[in-house]
T-cell receptor
Framework: AQKITQTQPGMFVQEKEAVTLDCTYD???????LFWYKQPSSGEMIFLIY????DEQNATEGRYSLNFQKARKSANLVISASQLGDSAMYFC??????????????WGLGTSLAVNP | GAVVSQHPSRVICKSGTSVKIECRSL??????MFWYRQFPKQSLMLMAT?????????EQGVEKDKFLINHASLTLSTLTVTSAHPEDSSFYIC?????????FGPGTRLTVL
């Protein structure tokens, strides 16, 4: 069965430093997608970054990059130059394969990130 | 980027009443939308997958007669919580799929008294 594991319930980082949020996944599929979302206290889920299983290069979006290690089945999120506004819950998710459009996301339990001034 | 709106953002109702939540994709068409429920400090729990013009697909354990989903157009899906009870109080959040990515609405916090 497909599964996402986020082992860090909470993380602290100093403002302007980089932080890595861990995510490992389990799947027997050869083709899949990995996502990271940010959920601030307001509740909205904000899409951050996507990595396809066949992408040879690590995905990057501004200060976000995804450290994709396929053999280890890990997809860690790296946030560079942390800002106070980065304090939020971060969820890793994997797209399940299936027929048509009903491809569900499998979610991790999330990591709460606090950025200290 | 893709924008999804959700209305209302917050609702308080009496036990036994029904509540309708709307989810709209504002700048794209979404044949598929998803409805989630989230308890405090927990991850998202998928309730159902909504496809335009067809019946929703409910996850195991989710009562379809309790949580009515209608996806009448390519930009609108609605979730109606029928005969709401205090245990239905939760944060409900929808998403709309564009290509391979789900974009989420801001969520609706439902409180049933």
């Amino acid at each position: 069965a497909q599964k996402i594991t986020q082992t860090q319930p909470g993380m602290f980082v100093q403002e302007k430093e980089a932080v890595t949020l861990d995510c490992t996944y389990d799947t027997s599929d050869q083709s899949y997608g990995l996502f990271w979302y940010k959920q601030p206290s307001s509740g909205e889920m904000i899409f951050l970054i996507y990595q396809g299983s066949y992408d040879e290069q690590n995905a990057t979006e501004g200060r976000y990059s995804l450290n994709f290690q396929k053999a280890r089945k890990s997809a860690n999120l790296v946030i560079s130059a942390s800002q106070l506004g980065d304090s939020a819950m971060y969820f890793c998710a994997m797209r399940e394969l299936g027929a048509g459009n009903n491809r569900k996301l499998i979610w991790g339990l999330g990591t709460s990130l606090a950025v200290n001034p | 980027g893709a924008v999804v709106s959700q209305h209302p953002s917050r609702v308080i109702c009496k036990s036994g009443t029904s509540v309708k939540i709307e989810c709209r994709s504002l700048d794209f068409q979404a044949t598929t939308m998803f409805w989630y429920r989230q308890f405090p400090k927990q991850s998202l729990m998928l309730m159902a997958t909504s496809n335009e013009g067809s019946k929703a697909t409910y996850e195991q354990g989710v009562e379809k007669d309790k949580f009515l989903i209608n996806h009448a157009s390519l930009t609108l899906s609605t979730l109606t919580v029928t005969s709401a009870h205090p245990e239905d109080s939760s944060f409900y959040i929808c998403s709309a799929k564009e290509w391979d990515t789900q974009y989420f609405g801001p969520g609706t916090r439902l409180t049933v008294l």
